[in-house]
C-alpha cells in the first residue's frame, strides 16, 4: 500500500502537528507501508517566516497556490492520501479519484470562528478560512476524530457520515529515564533548584496560564517548588500577573524545549499542572503520565475522557483544590506514588503508538479497493 501523508507547513507555528505526522510515518515505514510525507515549501515564506502578520499570508500562498499542483502530481501515485492536520483539509478538494483522509484533532477553531468560543473569536477571513476546513472536513472520504469529544463536536457541525474516531497515541516515545539521564539533561538549565511544577503548553488564554500562575501561588504558600513553563513565552499580561503573585523569581521558562528536555522535566516534575479551558485532545497529559509524573488538571471533557480516575480532577473555578492536590503530590510519597503507577498503567493500556497505527491501517484497509 502506498500512503501519501500531508504534513504542515513549516512556519505555521504547529510544532506538535509536525511531530505528529513524522511519528505517524516512522510508524508507517516500520510497518512495511510505502509512506511518503510531503509539505507545502516555503517560498513566499522565506521573505518574512512567520505565522502572523505578513508572514502568514505570503504561507498561505504557499500552501493554497503553490501547493495544489505538488500535491495533485504525488496524490496521482498513491493508494490513500492523509492529511494530518484537518486545519488543511480543504486541500482534500485538490485530491481526485483517490480515498482522502483527514485527522481532526479539535473543532476548537471553527467553534471559535462560529462564535461557541469566546476566547477564539475569529477575523472576517479567519471566519472564511474555517468555513474553507468545514467544506474540507464535508469532502475527505474519512475523518478521523483523535477524541470521543473531538467526534461529538464534529458530528454535531457537519453533520456528516464520514466520521470515525482513531484515539490518538504518544507521538513520541515519552518514557521513564534513569535517573542519572534526566538529571545530565535538566544541569542545562540551572535555574531549577527546587522541586518543580511543570506546564508545557502556550500562552494562549484557552491553555489558562494565568490560571496556573494563581495555582501555583497558592501551592507555593504550603510547599517550597518552581515552576517551570515549557513552550511558549509569557506574554507581557502574564508577565504582569507573575509579578502581582510575586511569584515571578520562582518561575523557570524554558521557551521552544526539544521533545529529550520535555522528557527530563516530565520525569523529575512533581505533577504536571495542566488547568486547561479548551483542549481537543490534551497531549501533555498523556506524555507525563509516559514518565510517571502525575498530572494535575481541569476536568473538562477531553481530560476527563483520556485521564478518567488515573489523574487529580477538579473544575476549572476549583483553583483552590488544584493548589491542595499540588501542595499533598509535593508532600505525600505515597499519594504521588498511587498517581504515577495510576498515570502509567493509563497510558500503557490505551495510548501506546502502536494501538493508534494498527487503527490506521484496518482503517486504510477498509478504504482501499483491491485492484
Not at 484537518?86 to 483527514?102: E, N, T, W, Y
Not at 479539535?106 to 474553507?132: C, K, N, P, Y
Not at 458530528?155 to 497515541?169: D, E, P, W
Request: proline letters at 4%.
Amino acid at each position: 500500500m502506498r500512503v501519501l501523508l500531508v504534513g504542515n507547513y513549516a512556519f505555521d507555528g504547529s510544532t506538535s502537528m509536525q511531530i505528529w505526522a513524522d511519528a505517524l510515518q516512522r510508524e508507517l515505514l516500520k510497518r512495511g507501508v510505502a509512506a511518503e510525507l510531503i509539505v507545502p515549501k516555503p517560498v513566499f515564506g522565506r521573505l518574512r517566516p512567520s505565522a502572523v502578520g505578513l508572514g502568514k499570508w505570503l504561507g498561505y500562498i504557499d500552501r493554497f497556490v503553490l501547493f495544489p499542483r505538488r500535491l495533485r502530481r504525488a496524490a496521482a501515485g498513491a493508494d490513500l492520501v492523509h492529511i494530518c492536520d484537518h486545519g488543511s483539509a480543504m486541500l482534500a478538494f485538490k485530491i481526485r479519484q483517490k480515498p482522502v483522509v483527514v485527522t481532526c484533532h479539535d473543532m476548537l477553531a471553527v467553534r471559535g470562528a462560529m462564535g461557541e468560543i469566546e476566547e477564539m473569536r475569529a477575523s472576517t477571513f479567519g471566519r472564511l478560512l474555517q468555513f474553507w476546513v468545514r467544506q474540507g472536513l464535508r469532502h475527505a472520504t474519512r475523518v478521523a476524530c483523535v477524541s470521543q469529544f473531538t467526534l461529538n463536536d464534529a458530528a454535531r457541525i457537519l453533520k456528516s457520515g464520514n466520521l470515525c474516531k482513531v484515539l490518538n497515541g504518544l507521538n513520541y516515545p515519552f518514557q521513564l529515564l534513569d535517573g542519572g539521564e534526566a538529571d545530565r539533561r535538566l544541569a542545562r538549565l540551572p535555574e531549577i533548584r527546587r522541586p518543580f511544577l511543570v506546564h508545557v503548553g502556550s500562552s494562549h488564554a484557552r491553555k489558562n496560564r494565568d490560571g496556573v500562575l494563581r495555582v501555583f501561588k497558592k501551592a507555593a504558600l504550603r510547599a517550597d517548588l518552581q515552576l517551570v513553563l515549557a513552550g511558549q513565552a509569557l506574554n507581557k499580561n502574564l508577565l504582569r500577573l507573575a509579578r502581582d503573585l510575586k511569584v515571578d523569581g520562582r518561575i523557570v521558562q524554558v521557551v521552544g524545549p526539544q521533545a529529550d528536555m520535555i522528557e527530563a522535566l516530565y520525569n523529575r516534575a512533581v505533577a504536571l499542572l495542566f488547568p486547561s479551558r479548551y483542549e481537543g485532545f490534551g497531549w501533555p497529559a498523556i506524555e507525563a503520565q509516559a514518565c510517571g509524573c502525575p498530572v494535575v488538571a481541569s476536568d473538562i471533557p477531553p481530560l476527563v475522557e483520556i485521564l478518567g480516575q488515573s489523574a487529580s480532577l477538579h473544575p476549572l473555578q476549583d483553583e483552590d483544590g488544584m493548589a491542595n492536590s499540588v501542595a499533598r503530590l509535593a508532600d505525600d510519597g505515597d499519594f504521588r506514588n498511587q498517581m504515577r503507577l495510576s498515570g502509567l498503567e493509563n497510558v500503557r493500556s490505551r495510548f501506546q503508538t502502536a494501538r493508534m497505527i494498527d487503527d490506521y491501517l484496518a482503517l486504510y484497509r477498509e478504504l482501499v479497493r483491491p485492484g
